[in-house]
């Protein structure tokens, strides 16, 4: 079993506050949901119940949500930038003008909105990336005519390089890590009037990262929409953990009277919310260095703060996991079971199928199976939040049993 003969996985338990601002509601979701419609190539990305896994691994049912087709883009990633330049046009950050972007009259906006260099011209978005986020952000500027710069972390995929520059935009790879090539973009910002779209939030640097998170909700709402009954379990993979904390945020407000029990998947070398949940002494928890994973999308060190203040109110288990769970995952979704259907999944987004198969599986997680009660009762959704973005890598992996 992948988990045993290589690192093991490991995890905690944190009892969730519950005490979190409602940022992310159904409300909200079907505002977003009602943007994304307007976009062409939308419709709800399919959830794919897989009755046959579930029955071999002793599940009441198995749900996962395949982003591979959205919008063309391969990923969830794009649904957070369309709408937070959608909301910026609609409080009148006028992005296509020279002139500083101004939040509308009787808008109260965040601290920093989210504006670098804002007494100059700021028809060009820029961001850091893993390559998902930029992905979406350059489709959706090219869409709306805005310029676009992409800077990648140092060892980023010449696919996903690719990809970003074939939709128009810049793309640049550094010489450093996420959360280096993150503070790079933002001096970039202020340096030559840049709008920063930034996916993960610091102090002072809030309203663009909750609008981004807010796109991502019409995932849930999707998702709330496919279920026909709650889920009992959720499993969440995190790179800073906006993609989690939105969706904690959001189905804690739709599943008020029975809260699944969600879990937050991180690979080992970039486990930053496992190390917040740790040390739980009301600071985010960073780690540094090279961040060596196959899941180059959750390979992120800092927390998003606006993302973490929503998990630690409504996740209870933090795992973290060797790469190898996530290329079981991807294994195990790309050759289904009996009559369910393939997904076609990458690294960071068949972690959490990967994991909820090594915990029924494999001895060595007996307890944890015991602890988050996944047994004949247990309906589990994970999110398969990504394709094969990386297309070499994947064969690697799932043809020549790479991890
Ligand atoms: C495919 C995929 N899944 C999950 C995530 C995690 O999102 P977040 O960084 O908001 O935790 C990312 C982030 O880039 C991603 O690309």
């Known amino acids: 079993m992948s988990t045993s003969n290589g690192q093991p996985v490991v995890w905690i338990w944190r009892t969730p506050s519950g005490q979190a601002p409602r940022r992310f509601t159904v409300a ?28 071999m691994l002793g599940l009441a049912a198995l749900h996962v949500k395949d982003e591979s087709g959205r919008f063309g883009q391969q990923a ?6 369309s709408f937070c330049l959608h909301r910026c046009m609609e409080e009148n950050w006028d992005l296509r003008e020279p002139g500083a972007p101004q939040p509308a009259a009787g808008c109260e906006p965040l601290p920093g909105a989210g504006v670098a260099g804002a007494a100059q011209p700021s028809r060009t978005v820029v961001t850091a990336t893993d390559g998902n986020h930029g992905r979406g952000l ?29 939709l128009g935009a810049q793309a640049v790879v550094t010489d450093w890590n996420y959360d280096e ?61 906006a993609m989690a904390g939105a969706l904690c945020g959001f189905f804690a407000d739709c599943y008020a009277a029975a809260r699944p029990v969600i879990t937050i998947v991180e690979p080992h070398q970039a486990s930053c919310l496992f190390q917040t949940a740790r040390h739980d002494d009301g600071r985010l928890h960073r780690v540094d ?31 973290s996991t060797p790469d190898a769970v996530a290329a079981t995952g991807m294994r195990v979704l790309g050759n289904p079971a009996g009559a369910d259907a393939r997904i076609v999944s990458g690294e960071s987004g068949a972690v959490t199928t990967g994991l909820v198969y090594a ?45």
């Open 359 to 403: 915990i029924m599986r494999d001895p060595a997680l007996g307890d944890l199976r015991r602890q988050l009660r996944l047994d004949g009762q247990a309906r589990v959704l994970c999110l398969s939040t990504e394709g094969d973005t990386d297309r070499e890598q994947y064969r690697r992996i799932v043809w020549d049993g790479l991890y």
């Open 289 to 319: 260095g090279e961040l060596r994973t196959i899941m180059a999308g959750l390979a992120c060190g800092e927390p998003c703060h606006l993302g973490w203040e929503q998990i630690r109110a409504h996740a209870g288990c933090f795992v």
């Open 138 to 166: 350059a489709w959706s500027a090219s869409r709306l005519g805005l310029g676009c710069v992409v800077y990648l972390p140092r060892g980023s995929a010449p696919e996903r390089v690719e990809a970003i520059r074939a």
């Open 28 to 55: 909200g979701a079907e505002r977003a949901q009602a943007f994304h419609r307007t976009l062409p190539g939308y419709q709800p990305t399919p959830l794919v119940p897989l009755r046959d896994l579930a029955a």
């Open 181 to 241: 090539t993150v503070r790079f973009a933002g001096r970039q910002a202020e340096r030559h009037g840049w709008v920063l779209v930034q996916d993960t939030s610091w102090e002072g640097y809030e309203q663009i990262p909750a609008w981004i998170m807010q796109g991502y909700t019409t995932m849930g709402l999707e998702i709330a929409r496919q279920l026909d009954r709650p889920p009992t379990h959720i499993f969440l993979q995190a790179g800073v953990g």
């Open 76 to 81: 969830f990633k794009v649904l957070g930038g």
